[in-house]
């Protein structure tokens, strides 16, 4: 008998992975499955990104890179976070992880621990809750609601805010609901936040360029009153589409750096040198290829969206970021998790149930719009038939 420790009981994970596997199984055996499950781009990474890499192995960067990554890499990433938010950050204070996720991993572990509270947005990344119970702290879901543009609430995230809260993790634009929360609001928390001088925060921006409709993302970078406090976790995963480059970054106050970087050199001692000299490319390079692809995320949520609308029971709010759609599905009289089963084993359609994103996703579930419009309008007509053959 292996004993192994609690901690490990507890970990969750991500269903996408789980559906995905599933999808890929039934494709394989011949059925034709339009995958509308995963969040990652469909499009390849750019080809002077690729062609960066190509030519770091060439020149011989097949060594480690200091555990906080290139020198060359995080003043690439002081130039992007500058172009963005017109906020002048220092290259000590950015750290270069093995994607976004380790973000979440290094802050959560830092403040979590039996008796501490975590706030996490619900629904939401279901990476947050699964990490806040690992460490064994008590994960407090935030409500984002579907009435509010699925924006948090600065009144409601205050009101759960205890002497026991250590960290407050934020998302906009989020995973899975695609909502936006607008700057007042954000200057409404930050506001509130003074009166809680100890509580950390991590703003997960991975989608920032990713707004529609002239929606402005709001980082939290541009409140120099939390600065002292605040994880920005970012990335190249979305935005150039890299997500298996495993790659991200993330703005730490300086005061952390030091605890970071020793869990890097522990855990994965740096991340690979090539994809740190594609990371420069990406950032200092043409953006068309992203210029393309948001202009087709754009499109497709249209298509999504008014798709969505005329299905039985039905009803879609439209979504201002990211590329997810998070419709209500309440009225057509199915639980959201068996929903999405019964789309995946008989109509051949891979989306994602609300509840895998917290207690308030029941009554939604989540589409990817990462694929061809012809694949979405197919994937649309195949629910619309499902569903009126059940009712
Ligand atoms: N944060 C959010 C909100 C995400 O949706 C994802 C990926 O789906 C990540 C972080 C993780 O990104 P990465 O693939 O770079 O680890």
Redesign the pocket.
């Known amino acids: 008998m292996l004993h192994t420790v609690s901690a490990f009981d507890r970990i969750g994970e991500e269903n996408a992975f789980a559906v995905l596997a599933r999808a890929t199984a039934l494709a394989n055996s011949g059925r034709d499955i339009i995958n509308l499950g995963i969040?990652?781009p469909d499009f390849r990474t750019p080809e002077h990104i690729v062609e960066a890499a190509i030519k770091a192995l060439r020149d011989g960067h097949h060594g480690y890179t200091p555990a906080n990554g290139l020198i060359a890499t995080r003043e690439a990433v002081v130039r992007r976070t500058l172009a963005t938010t017109g906020i002048e950050v220092s290259p000590e204070s950015v750290m270069i992880l093995p994607?976004?996720?380790?973000t979440?991993y290094a802050a959560i572990l830092m403040f979590g621990e039996p008796g501490a509270e975590i706030l996490y947005p619900d629904p939401g990344?279901p990476?947050y809750r699964s990490m806040i119970e690992f460490t064994g702290a008590t994960p407090v879901p935030v409500p984002v609601r579907e009435e509010n543009g699925f924006a948090f609430s600065a009144e409601e995230t205050l009101s759960l805010i205890t002497p026991k809260t250590r960290l407050l993790i934020l998302?906009s634009p989020?995973?899975p609901t695609g909502g936006v929360t607008p700057r007042a609001e954000i200057e409404k928390l930050v506001k509130g936040l003074a009166d809680h001088p100890d509580v950390a925060i991590m703003s997960?921006e991975?989608?920032d360029v990713m707004t529609y409709d002239g929606e402005a993302h709001c980082s939290l970078l541009t409140f120099p009153e939390i600065r002292d406090r605040l994880i920005v976790?970012n990335?190249?995963?979305?935005t150039w589409a890299m997500?298996g480059w495993?790659?991200?970054w993330s703005i730490w106050p300086e005061v952390l750096m030091d605890k970071i970087r020793k869990l890097a050199v522990n855990c994965w001692s740096c991340v690979n040198a090539p994809s740190q000299f594609a990371g420069i490319a990406a950032i200092d390079g043409p953006q068309d290829d992203v210029e393309t692809m948001m202009r087709a995320f754009d499109r497709r949520r249209k298509v999504v969206v008014e798709g969505l609308n005329t299905l039985p029971g039905v009803s879609c709010a439209t979504p201002k970021g990211?590329f997810y759609a998070f419709p209500n599905i309440s009225q057509t009289g199915w639980k959201a998790k068996k929903l999405a089963s019964a789309l995946l084993e008989e109509a051949g359609v891979a989306l994602i149930g609300g509840p895998d994103f917290g207690i308030l996703g029941e009554g939604y579930v989540r589409l990817s719009y990462a694929n061809s419009e012809e694949n979405i309008v197919r994937a649309l007509e195949r629910v619309d038939g499902f569903l009126r053959s059940q009712s």
């Open positions: 969040g990652q994607g976004g996720k380790p979440m990344f990476i998302n989020a995973n997960d991975i989608y976790l990335g190249w995963s979305k997500t495993r790659m991200g990211a």
